[in-house]
């Protein structure tokens, strides 16, 4: 008989609680989150549609945002509005282009995966130059790219150390990788410190130059695949799952606040994104390799 | 309100009607000696029966107030949050507790239902081996001495990491005389090792490694790192792997070795373990989602029937584009269906339709697979009008 009364309690305490919890989850998940879609970078037409875009990179100056299509083998720009304006290879097409970067000289930078090279386009002299990485006798494999006061810095995938080269593509620096178990998949350059992403860990590293770890955020096991980040003004963290297709945010500190977004391949789904990042206009950019299309969210 | 509060207590008081009957009356039916044995089960041998039954009336069979796994987390609560952790065996996850233990008694320890081996073979067929060389604990059938059997850290539920573990037993310096020359710390000894049994002396595993048939300076020595000196037999290894996704992941040394043993392996692909386990031990979340979903395609035997393991220019390292890859078996549906093909466009993604546009062969909670419901959801996707 106890028993029973005390299954029924917990029944009525059970059924509270998931209601309030629910009220919680719509509170958290749904009114606080502030972004609104805003446009997508996306053709009408196979000619001005990245087929797997797999980077994004954003020309200030000229307002214009480089969509890397890698199973295209070319480069699409778009401008600030999003209308189509063209698309680039070189002669032949891009090797399996991945990310991109546009040095101080106009020069862009390209990781070719298909040559395993970091190729520099001069787009007046049309020289496209690849170039292969060896370092202290290892061979380098680029992955992702970022530019930061007239560096270029890029990520080796096979070790997860991030190189910064000058632009003419000599390697002045290393930053050492964290001990991680299935490397580092992204990171961001800050002064002179460098975020970087651990994918198997689940964890954002905070390094100093030398490679030192000043400070660590979890990401927590709510996240399933996280495989880009990016931070706003604030410092705080946008986490890109590409599994589950949501970008987790969370605060500076590291306290998850809200997440947003769902897999999917309609509108304001994900579906195996692949890149999130800040354009100068404080806009969120989502590249959405499955979906093949840039999404871009305002608050 | 008020009648919110009359509903309760109508609940309330048929909950209470249902009382439990005690065993002393259950045994005037149910055979007493059934309910013996070396292990016999906390209530039963209270004779609280009710504890777990209700003698009138229940939802779930056998008169069970709960169904599954939630039934023992009633009592084993602290069961409940430590079995959630890390890689969760697969009777656990479904929280099905009876696959292994009896729940009245048994003759075996720990309430198991066959003892210790045989119920492990009963699933994991293919590990039952007659090896001429047999590791003791494996001999024994003492599965559990390496093995976690409800959750642990790694895909292969090892109590501790592998070297660690072969430590606990062979830490005697002699264990390390037939490894002069080895190339820094001792370890991995699995990558060599097969911890059940092998025909080779040593328990070294089948498959050896044409290089280390050779001796070792094959590789070592040479003036290559990391996966450059894989890469220089394995051409079209390294053409996969320079690839917009690819498996060159950190390991702290050579990407290869993260799956593949360099020495000895119990498979041509010198894999360090079976494919999905390998494959599992990164992807959890991939296969936990395969597992939990009520539908998913069949008769898959390995991964790499339809993924590239290296690397690949295509979503999810598919081998060819969802039709190529599926009507390898689907024959009739790569001639005859919904319209696919260059020609058919997906207006969501601007993407030629093919088969990955409807079907998620990793698992949905729709039937075939589908991302959505067939009935309608999916369909009105892209089919706006109807």
Known sequence: ?299 | MRSLRVILILVVLAWWGAAPAMASSCYDCHDRNKFKGNAVHGPVAKGDCGKCHNPHVAKYKGLLQEEGAELCYDCHAKERREYAKGMVHQPVLRGQCVACHAPHASAQRNLLQKPLAKLCFSCHEGMQQNHKVMHAPYAKGECTACHEPHNGDDAQLLKKNGDALCAGCHAKPETFAGHKGFPGKMGACLTCHNPHGSSRAGLIREKLHAPYQQGCTACHGKNLADSALCFSCHEAVKKQMFSPHSHLVVTGGNSCIACHSPHAADTGKMLKAKESLMCGSCHADTMQRRNKSLHKHPMVSQCSDCHEAHGSSRLVLMKGDGNAVCSRCHETQGKFSHPVGPKVIDRRTGQSVNCLTCHDPMGTDFRYHLKQSGKKDLCVQCHRSY
């Open chain 1, 1 to 299: 008989m106890r028993i029973l009364q005390t299954r029924a309690r917990r029944s009525v305490a059970a059924g509270a609680l998931s209601l309030a919890m629910l009220l919680a989850a719509g509170h958290a998940f749904g009114a606080k989150q502030p972004w609104k879609w805003s446009l997508t970078l996306r053709g009408n037409d196979a000619a001005s549609t990245p087929q797997l875009p797999t980077a994004l990179h954003v020309d200030e100056a000229k307002a214009k945002y480089y969509v890397v299509d890698s199973a295209g083998g070319r480069l699409l720009s778009y401008d600030k509005n999003g209308q189509f304006q063209q698309a680039f290879a070189t002669e032949g097409g891009l090797d399996k282009p991945y990310d991109m970067a546009r040095l101080t000289s106009g020069a862009l930078v390209v990781v070719e995966k298909g040559k395993n090279s970091l190729t520099r386009i001069d787009l007046k002299t049309k020289v496209v130059e690849p170039k292969v990485l060896v370092h202290e006798g290892r061979q380098l494999y680029p992955d992702r790219l970022e530019t930061a006061e007239a560096k270029l810095y890029f990520l080796d995938k096979a070790t997860g150390d991030i190189y910064r080269l000058n632009e003419q593509l000599a390697i002045e620096g290393r930053i050492p990788a964290p001990p991680v178990s299935r490397g580092i998949v992204d990171f961001r350059v800050e002064g002179n410190t460098v975020w970087a992403l651990g994918q198997g860990e689940k964890r954002l590293y905070h390094l100093a130059d030398s490679g030192k770890v000043l400070s660590q955020i979890e990401l927590g096991s709510s996240v399933l695949f996280p495989v880009s980040f990016t931070r706003d003004e604030s410092g705080n963290f946008y986490v890109l799952d590409r599994h589950a297709g949501v970008v987790v945010a969370y605060t500076a500190q590291g306290k998850e606040v809200y997440r947003f977004l769902g897999k999917g391949q309609t509108q304001e789904r994900l579906y195996y994104p692949h890149e999130i990042r800040f354009d100068p206009w404080g806009r969120l950019c989502i590249v959405d390799e499955g979906n093949s299309r840039v999404d871009i969210y305002s608050r």
